[in-house]
T-cell receptor, first 113, second 109 residues
Framework: DVKVTQSSRYLVKRTGEKVFLECVQDMDHENMFWYRQDPGLGLRLIYFSYDVKMKEKGDIPEGYSVSREKKERFSLILESASTNQTSMYLC????????????FGPGTRLTVT | QKEVEQNSGPLSVPEGAIASLNCTYSDRGSQSFFWYRQYSGKSPELIMFIYSNGDKEDGRFTAQLNKASQYVSLLIRDSQPSDSATYLCAPTGFQKLVFGTGTRLLVSP
């Protein structure tokens, strides 16, 4: 079974802090993704990566950056957290193309106060 | 027009009934279609995918695809209370999946 893990289930940060969200997958998947999920807005793609050190912007990249130094690990960085970044953050991975079936981690509920 | 349209629900069905979940999409280039189930407070889990027009059955689940009408549906036969969740439709887009906001299904005992 594919296993995608995320570093924290719940996180509370203050406005202006730099926030790191970590994601690790154990199935040698090429592609990894970061989404945020908000009520009424569904899942929105922030960034994805199709290879080590490669990244592509998704639909809402503003205020975020990512890092993929190793194939199994994909990090989401909030350079200066703001209250409108309070959300559920979900990491996913897929074997081949970005449009192939994706497997999700458990999510991180981030609250920025 | 949204890229993916789903009725937010809730769709309420009694235990044992057939639940029918519908999804329309705008990108005629979409080739594959995925259905995810998401329990409250949990992450989405893949339950089915379909590539070709017609029906695809997997246990109590049947996915139906009509590319000409840009319509995909998920039927759940013999619905169980444990099927109560939000169901997300996700057609493929360029380099990514495009998720609908989901339909909430409630199955009452």
């Amino acid at each position: 079974d594919v296993k995608v893990t995320q570093s924290s289930r719940y996180l509370v940060k203050r406005t202006g802090e730099k926030v790191f969200l970590e994601c690790v997958q154990d199935m040698d998947h090429e592609n990894m993704f970061w989404y945020r999920q908000d009520p009424g807005l569904g899942l929105r793609l922030i960034y994805f990566s199709y290879d080590v050190k490669m990244k592509e912007k998704g639909d809402i990249p503003e205020g975020y950056s990512v890092s993929r130094e190793k194939k199994e690990r994909f990090s989401l960085i909030l350079e200066s957290a703001s209250t409108n970044q309070t959300s559920m953050y979900l990491c996913a991975s897929s074997l081949w193309l970005a449009s192939y079936e994706q497997y999700f981690g458990p999510g991180t509920r981030l609250t920025v106060t | 027009q949204k890229e993916v349209e789903q009725n937010s629900g809730p769709l309420s069905v009694p235990e044992g009934a057939i639940a029918s979940l519908n999804c329309t999409y705008s990108d005629r280039g979409s080739q594959s279609f995925f259905w995810y189930r998401q329990y409250s407070g949990k992450s989405p889990e893949l339950i089915m995918f379909i590539y070709s027009n017609g029906d695809k059955e997997d246990g109590r689940f049947t996915a139906q695809l009509n590319k000409a009408s840009q319509y995909v549906s998920l039927l759940i036969r013999d619905s169980q209370p444990s099927d109560s969740a939000t169901y997300l439709c996700a057609p493929t887009g360029f380099q990514k999946l495009v998720f609908g906001t989901g339909t909430r299904l409630l199955v009452s005992p």
